[in-house]
């Protein structure tokens, strides 16, 4: 969701009042919720006229839907499969048509990555891998930062070579966090990890984090290390995107963050963004630059993480293509 949906969602939920309101962010995931609150948070005032036209415009939209399919489980799973491929489609499928309790996994999204990781810190690798890789990449790779080198490199290497996934995979896991975590159960193998999982979980790791962590699992296989440094996407990887895509990140980036993250960047990619800029912006950000003394390079690889999310959200909502360090696409 852009800043601008944010705004209107928040801007419908305070106009329905504090109990409706709780009863919509039950139904929305922690990340959501997350956004949304900080969205209502950061709100003063509003005009009359833009709570009219949000509240027009929801009501406009809510009156024309209607039931178009009979059985939509049906219908997703036939749609996905020819978008995605059945490998891609099965994936997702596996948690959107997954029935029963899930709260076992859902309760991690929504608890605290130290609380997470105590949870997990004396558990088999095996057992934290195949958790981790249901989880948020964010969420996961903020879980392993609580872990020490070794072990941090252990569950990375199971992550990285997890093979197979079973149909209840998500209800097994669910169990696993009763029974398994007590060392009372196997873990089922789930094609949720591999290579491209935890490239991205690595890449948004820490400052040396990631480096000490492809390390650790160099020292156990150079050729699956290797293979997760040519998924990686880093941030001078951003010189691969076409100008389209450089304008759509352009569109999500507030301009301290990118002012930040292209204080440490090679010229060629600061060439990159202002020439998809509009002259007066650019002339602003070269000043911006010019005029920004020294900064630790933790505060600059920072804000490139926080543009590499924005490159990968809007790569997994399919508005830009981006390629890894390899030849193969990395969506």
């Known amino acids: 969701m852009d800043e601008q949906g ?163 995979a998500l209800k097994d896991l669910n169990e696993v966090l009763y029974k398994a975590l007590a060392g009372t159960d196997k873990v089922r193998k789930s094609s949720l990890g591999g290579v491209a999982a935890t490239a991205e979980i690595v890449n948004l790791l820490g400052s040396g984090t990631d480096v000490t962590a492809l390390e650790s699992i160099r020292e156990h296989d150079p050729d699956l290390a290797q293979k997760i440094m040519d998924k990686m996407f880093v941030f001078d990887d951003v010189m691969r995107l076409d100008d389209r895509a450089i304008q759509a990140v352009l569109r999500e980036v507030v301009s301290e963050t990118l002012v930040v993250a292209l204080k440490g960047a090679q010229p060629e990619l600061r060439d990159k963004f202002l020439s998809n800029m509009s002259s007066r912006a650019a002339e602003a950000l070269r000043e911006d630059l010019e005029s920004r003394g020294p900064m630790r390079l933790s505060e600059v690889e920072a804000q490139q993480k926080e543009i590499l999310k924005t490159v990968r959200r809007l790569a997994d909502e399919g508005q830009i293509a981006l390629s890894g360090g390899g030849d193969d696409a990395f969506v």
Not at 35 to 64: C, P, W, Y
Request: proline share 2%.
């Open 6 to 168: 944010l705004n209107d969602a928040a801007i419908l939920l305070m106009s329905l009042g504090e109990e409706e309101a709780g009863e919509v962010f039950k139904h929305l995931s922690p990340k959501e919720v997350q956004k949304l609150g900080e969205t209502i948070a950061r709100m003063r005032t509003v005009s009359r006229e833009k709570v009219g036209d949000v509240v027009r415009r929801f009501t406009d939209e809510a009156a024309a839907q209607s039931l178009l399919v009979s059985d939509t489980g049906t219908y997703v799973r036939s749609v996905l499969k020819r978008a995605l491929g059945d490998d891609k489609a099965a994936l997702l499928l596996d948690r959107i048509l997954q029935g029963g309790d899930v709260s076992g996994i859902e309760s991690l999204k929504w608890m605290d990555s130290l609380a997470v990781a105590e949870l997990l810190r004396n558990e088999h690798p095996q057992i934290a891998a195949a958790i981790l890789v249901h989880l948020d990449p964010e969420q996961a790779s903020a879980i392993l930062e609580q872990f020490n080198d070794r072990q941090r490199g252990e569950i990375l290497l199971r992550i990285a070579t997890l093979e197979g996934i079973q149909p209840v």
